[in-house]
């Protein structure tokens, strides 16, 4: 059997060992669990607050926009970091466009800041 092949099976058995494992303990956890219903424990609970009605209630929308303006702007961060530590490197150009990143940063927030995503009532 050639070295590649042998890679291979190698990781195909520690695969099969790995989800006869998983299985195996699934089963083992179904059958072991107690069998009593609940009555409790199929209601809706969100943040402390007991649920309202018996249909689905949808959130608005501002706030998934208000988390995703938060990740846009945490991302901003994780790019500005490494390229203040070496700004010295990138010279001229690297300031330039850094510029122009945070203006295109700054307008988006300017966009949803006169849309009124950022109140909260």
């Known amino acids: 059997m050639s070295e590649l092949l042998r890679s291979y099976l190698t990781v195909a058995i520690f695969g099969a060992v790995a989800i ?4 195996s303990l699934l089963g083992l956890g179904s059958v072991l669990r107690p069998q009593r219903a ?3 424990k199929y209601l809706s609970y969100e943040s402390g607050v007991d649920a309202v009605g018996t249909g689905w209630a949808q959130a608005e929308i501002r706030y998934y926009i208000f988390a995703l303006l938060f990740v846009l702007f945490d991302v901003e961060a994780v790019f500005i970091f490494p390229w203040a530590t070496r700004l010295e490197a990138y010279g001229a150009f690297g300031a330039i466009e850094m510029g122009i990143f945070i203006v295109i940063l700054a307008l988006g927030l300017l966009y949803a800041w006169r849309k009124g995503v950022l109140r909260w009532i």
């Open 38 to 40: 609940q009555g409790g």
């Open 20 to 23: 006869l494992l998983v299985s």
